[in-house]
Nanobody, 120 residues
Framework: QVQLVESGGGLVQAGGSLTLSCTVS????????MGWYRQAPGNERESVAT???????NYADSVKGRFTISRDNGMNTLYLQMNSLKPEDTAVYYC??????????????WGQGTQVTVSS
């Protein structure tokens, strides 16, 4: 059974920094991409940053230049370095892994989420 566990969320003042981590356990045949998503109250879940198995990255316009996504070589741990945080970054942040369980079937795996609160 695949499990994703996030950590590193918390309360920080505007302009501060946080680093989120996501530990992936269980067996995934082939990981295609990993990413961070967030959902603020009343809003839909949105993509924050993604990284492919080939290390290509993509960022939401709202976080470009402030957030950095990275992962370890074994794709067991995913990170999100968040700098210059703004109150509008306040949300529950979710870790995602998209991967194949065999040669045909793929799944989206999600963590339970970690709260990030940025005070003004």
């Amino acid at each position: 059974q695949v499990q994703l566990v996030e950590s590193g969320g918390g309360l920080v003042q505007a302009g501060g920094s946080l680093t989120l981590s996501c530990t992936v356990s269980g067996s995934i045949f082939r990981i295609v991409a990993m990413g961070w998503y967030r959902q603020a109250p009343g809003n839909e879940r949105e993509s924050v940053a993604t990284i492919t198995s080939g290390q290509s990255t993509n960022y939401a316009d709202s976080v470009k230049g402030r957030f950095t996504i990275s992962r370890d070589n074994g794709m067991n741990t995913l990170y999100l370095q968040m700098n210059s945080l703004k109150p509008e970054d306040t949300a529950v942040y979710y870790c995602n892994v998209r991967g194949y369980s065999d040669y045909v079937n793929w799944n989206d795996y999600w963590g339970q989420g970690t709260q990030v609160t940025v005070s003004s």
